[in-house]
């Protein structure tokens, strides 16, 4: 039973900056894809971010250059720091795992471990 905990969402100015942690297994963190999906009000859940286990990252093109994804191995945890965040950037924000990958991360179709969601507010 893979089980990821999202933190660190909150309610912010437009230009402001949040972390988002997920506390994740050892198994997850080590040897799955890892990424960051958002779902705004009335709209489909999306790729934010992913990292392959050996590192290698993929943005989705609205938040490339704001947005950094990262993990610590050793404590267990994935990031996600988002800085100058617009109002667009309004969303329920879910960590996810895909057992079946190990690269090429960024097709969201078959992850299948997800955590609660943590909401973020961004104002104008």
């Known amino acids: 039973q893979v089980q990821l905990r999202e933190s660190g969402g909150g309610s912010v100015q437009a230009g402001g900056s949040l972390r988002l942690s997920c506390a994740g297994s050892g198994a997850t963190i080590n040897s799955f894809c890892m990424g960051w999906f958002r779902q705004a009000p009335g709209k489909e859940r999306e790729v934010v971010a992913v990292i392959d286990v050996a590192g290698p990252t993929t943005y989705a093109n609205s938040v490339k250059g704001r947005f950094t994804i990262s993990k610590d191995n050793a404590k267990r945890t994935l990031y996600l720091q988002m800085d100058n965040l617009q109002p667009e950037d309004t969303a329920m924000y879910y960590c996810?795992?895909?057992?079946?990958?190990?690269?090429?991360?960024?097709?969201?179709?078959?992850?299948?471990?997800w955590g609660q969601g943590t909401q973020v507010t961004v104002s104008s």
């Open positions: 996810a795992a895909d057992s079946r990958r190990t690269h090429y991360c960024y097709s969201p179709f078959t992850y299948n471990y």
